[in-house]
């Protein structure tokens, strides 16, 4: 499902139920993969060793996540006791049948839940628990089958302040490297990524050289491209094939061109010197020319 707020327009895919591998305790990705920034970021909770940690990471080739921060998950006393207040059912946007439920917070906030009923039998409250708590500040009980779909906030002055919660369908598959997620909060990431590392791998991974027109700030984002390029093929290449590597590496850089140029991050005559730098380095991803460590 997608949470989708219509305040912050951040999203959250839960996949512990559609999730091919069960093993992985995972509880919810948030990413944003439109042409704003370089990095394609992913947010998501992940379970480990009894904690819940709110991690931080990378999407790559759309569908590749990777972890490169975390802290530990702890909701700030989040209100856990809804009563259902009346028989009385609800519709909100495409929603029908909504039963309401209202808490007070400690402040003598008033929330009000709209809770849907999909009638499939499915337990959504542990998903549903880390992302209500930490966006929310809410934990409500729900019963199999019901997910919260609008919230709304009563302040004392009498004023109130809504959000939504839209829940989607998806149909792209996310892959998450387990050992690399686990090891980076085990602080082992540095014998993690020696072991992980290729024995043949594109030679820009172990020594680059830029032409004398390269200025610091083109080489900053030359070496940004390499890293992430060279990172994607240590953790993926086992399971990518390699004519998908080649094709990530000539869409990841038309994206970044995109977001240059729209940005104006770096300049028409700085974009065509990158442009030039990277499609030199493209050669050396053929497999006769990869690079022995």
Same mark, same amino acid.
């Given at each position: 499902?997608?949470?989708?707020?219509?305040?912050?327009?951040?999203?959250?895919?839960?996949?512990?139920?559609?999730?091919?591998?069960?093993?992985? +305790?995972?509880?919810?990705?948030?990413?944003?993969?439109?042409?704003?920034?370089?990095?394609?970021?992913?947010?998501?909770?992940?379970?480990?060793?009894?904690?819940?940690?709110?991690?931080?990471?990378?999407?790559?080739?759309?569908?590749?996540?990777?972890?490169?921060?975390?802290?530990?998950?702890?909701?700030?006393? +989040?209100?856990?006791?809804?009563?259902?207040?009346?028989?009385?059912?609800?519709?909100?946007?495409?929603?029908?049948?909504?039963?309401?439920?209202?808490?007070?917070?400690?402040?003598?906030?008033?929330?009000?839940?709209?809770?849907a009923q999909f009638n499939d039998n499915i337990d959504y409250s542990e998903p549903a628990l880390f992302f209500l708590s930490e966006h929310y500040g $809410?934990?409500?009980?729900?019963?199999?089958?019901?997910?919260?779909?609008?919230?709304?906030?009563?302040?004392?002055?009498?004023?109130?302040?809504?959000?939504?919660?839209?829940?989607?369908? $998806?149909?792209?598959?996310?892959?998450?490297?387990?050992?690399?997620?686990?090891?980076?909060i085990d602080d082992k990431y540095r014998e993690f990524m020696l072991q992980s590392q290729q024995a043949k791998t594109p030679a820009y991974c172990s020594?680059?050289?830029?032409?004398?027109?390269?200025?610091?700030?083109?080489?900053?984002?030359?070496?940004?491209? $390499?890293?992430?390029?060279?990172?994607?093929?240590?953790?993926?290449?086992?399971?990518?094939?390699?004519?998908?590597?080649?094709?990530?590496?000539?869409?990841?850089?038309?994206?970044? $061109?995109?977001?240059y140029k729209k940005s104006g991050y770096l300049n028409d005559k700085q974009i065509k010197i990158y442009s030039e730098e990277i499609n030199r380095l493209?050669?050396?991803?053929?497999?006769?020319?990869?690079?022995?460590?």
């Amino acid at each position: 499902m997608i949470f989708l707020s219509d305040v912050d327009n951040e999203s959250g895919i839960s996949v512990r139920f559609n999730s091919k591998d069960k093993t992985v +305790p995972v509880y919810s990705i948030g990413f944003n993969s439109e042409k704003k920034s370089i990095r394609n970021t992913v947010n998501f909770y992940y379970s480990y060793r009894k904690n819940i940690y709110r991690m931080d990471g990378v999407l790559y080739n759309e569908k590749y996540v990777a972890a490169n921060g975390f802290r530990t998950f702890s909701a700030a006393s +989040p209100v856990r006791y809804f009563k259902k207040v009346s028989d009385l059912l609800y519709n909100y946007k495409s929603y029908k049948n909504l039963e309401k439920r209202i808490a007070k917070d400690k402040d003598g906030t008033e929330i009000e839940l709209f809770v849907a009923q999909f009638n499939d039998n499915i337990d959504y409250s542990e998903p549903a628990l880390f992302f209500l708590s930490e966006h929310y500040g $809410i934990s409500p009980g729900l019963g199999k089958g019901e997910m919260v779909v609008y919230a709304n906030y009563k302040f004392n002055a009498g004023s109130s302040a809504g959000d939504f919660a839209e829940i989607k369908d $998806i149909s792209r598959d996310l892959y998450l490297n387990k050992n690399q997620i686990e090891a980076l909060i085990d602080d082992k990431y540095r014998e993690f990524m020696l072991q992980s590392q290729q024995a043949k791998t594109p030679a820009y991974c172990s020594v680059t050289v830029f032409g004398k027109n390269v200025d610091d700030k083109i080489a900053a984002e030359l070496n940004d491209f $390499i890293a992430h390029m060279c990172e994607y093929y240590d953790l993926w290449s086992n399971q990518e094939k390699f004519e998908n590597f080649n094709a990530y590496f000539e869409t990841e850089l038309e994206r970044r $061109i995109y977001i240059y140029k729209k940005s104006g991050y770096l300049n028409d005559k700085q974009i065509k010197i990158y442009s030039e730098e990277i499609n030199r380095l493209k050669n050396q991803n053929l497999k006769e020319k990869l690079d022995h460590k």
